[in-house]
């Protein structure tokens, strides 16, 4: 009985990550959709957003990385 738990918890965890992927997927496509709108009106440039994601992207890593440094 153990096998048939196991397999059918396989299958969840597969059906889980399909749906995570389409959400993943749905996220990145309104969150697209919203930064061309703030280009296309003006309100912001590429170059903003490129500047302020390598900027968030560092903040992250130094974040993650000081997290790994051993202490003392």
Do not use: C, F
């Not at 061309?36 to 309100?43: N, P």
């Amino acid at each position: 009985m153990k096998n048939k738990n196991s397999a059918w918890e396989h299958v969840q965890l597969g059906a889980a990550i399909a749906d995570l992927k389409n959400d993943h997927y749905r996220t990145l496509l309104a969150l697209s959709a919203t930064l061309e709108l703030l280009i296309d009106k003006g309100l912001l440039t590429r170059e903003e957003i490129e500047r302020k994601s390598a900027l968030m992207e560092a903040e992250m890593d130094n974040l993650i990385g000081g997290e790994l440094r051993p202490m003392g």
